[in-house]
């Protein structure tokens, strides 16, 4: 799907900029946009949005360094990307416990699933979830038949029967339960102590700063908006995705905000390096890094700092 946010020139004397930005469906790719269409943000800063749906964080990887995105949205299970220099984050947006390994009612752990043919979006956090059980339960990928799926195929296979397992997220699984409702939750984000999952927006490496910094901008006002406006977040939301706001609600219960201030000063104090980090040193144990990159190679936090001091 893709909607054009369109915005009038201000009469600044400069017009506006074309910009195309990416999501996915679900709460936290497509809050903030919702609430700086319907706020008239990317209007006030003179940016001309167009979005467009994507299923995943490393297809919209793919369309940065293609040219055909300049920004997007990615979860945790992606962070790899721009860590290998494929793109730059731009904003950190959430922390988000979303994504589960989930079971046929027929089994009950993750060690249940040794040998069985498991489901997983490749690069998507889904995956990162089910590798993280593997390891938390002294296993390792080799262990299961882990078969390459879109998300939408994964809600289909399981349902069908087709696979044992799926390392997937919601509200993908709400779709799924409503066809194997006694399915089995056998790990989940929430149960790594000490691990965070950042959700982030990135850019093309070719984007401007100055672009950026208008974008990161109106990013920093419809999360501050978020903060403040929970239950009509989640109807404008809803409204956006064409879906039911009791479905955004559930999905947003698995996501922490923070305010742009909190996540200024997270970038300042060495937060956001850590949970760069720990997904760095865990996608080198993964074989998608060779090794932790510094985050300010890839994390243009003086960008998102200055911005908020606009």
Excluded at 61 to 83: H, K, R, S, T
Excluded at 267 to 294: A, K, R
Aim: proline share 5%; net charge negative.
């Amino acid at each position: 799907m893709s909607l054009s946010m369109t915005a009038c020139s201000s009469g600044g004397g400069g017009g506006t900029e074309d910009v195309t930005f990416g999501y996915i469906s679900d709460y936290n790719g497509a809050s903030l946009l919702a609430i700086a269409e319907t706020q008239g943000m990317w209007e006030d800063a003179d940016l001309n949005v167009e979005v467009e749906s994507f299923t995943n964080g490393p297809v919209q990887i793919q369309a940065l360094g293609a040219g055909d995105l300049d920004f997007g949205y990615i979860g945790p299970g992606a962070m790899w990307l721009p860590a290998s220099g494929e793109s730059r984050i731009v904003a950190i947006n959430t922390l988000a416990y979303a994504d589960r390994v989930i079971a046929q009612p027929d089994i009950s752990s993750i060690e249940d699933l040794a040998g069985k043919r498991v489901g997983v979006p490749e690069g998507t956090s889904g995956e990162m979830a089910l590798n993280l059980a593997l390891e938390d339960a002294g296993m390792s990928p080799d262990d299961v038949e882990k078969v390459p799926m879109e998300p939408s195929t994964v809600v289909s296979a399981f349902s069908s029967g087709q696979i044992d397992g799926a390392g997937i997220w919601y509200p993908l699984i709400d779709t799924i339960a409503e066809e194997v409702p006694d399915l089995n939750e056998v790990a989940s984000t929430r149960d790594f102590d000490g691990r965070s999952f950042p959700t982030a927006f990135v850019g093309g490496n070719d984007v401007d700063d100055e672009t950026t910094t208008k974008v990161i901008g109106v990013l920093q006002q419809a999360n501050d908006w978020r903060a403040e406006h929970p239950e009509e977040t989640i109807a404008e939301t809803a409204t956006m995705l064409n879906i039911s706001e009791e479905n955004v609600e559930a999905d947003a219960a698995n996501v922490e905000t923070m305010t742009s201030d909190e996540l200024v000063q997270a970038t300042n104090d060495g937060t956001v390096d850590e949970w760069l980090n720990g997904l760095s040193e865990f996608f080198v144990d993964t074989g998608e890094l060779q090794s932790v990159p510094p985050p300010e190679d890839y994390y243009t936090g003086d960008l998102y700092t200055e911005a908020n001091e606009k």
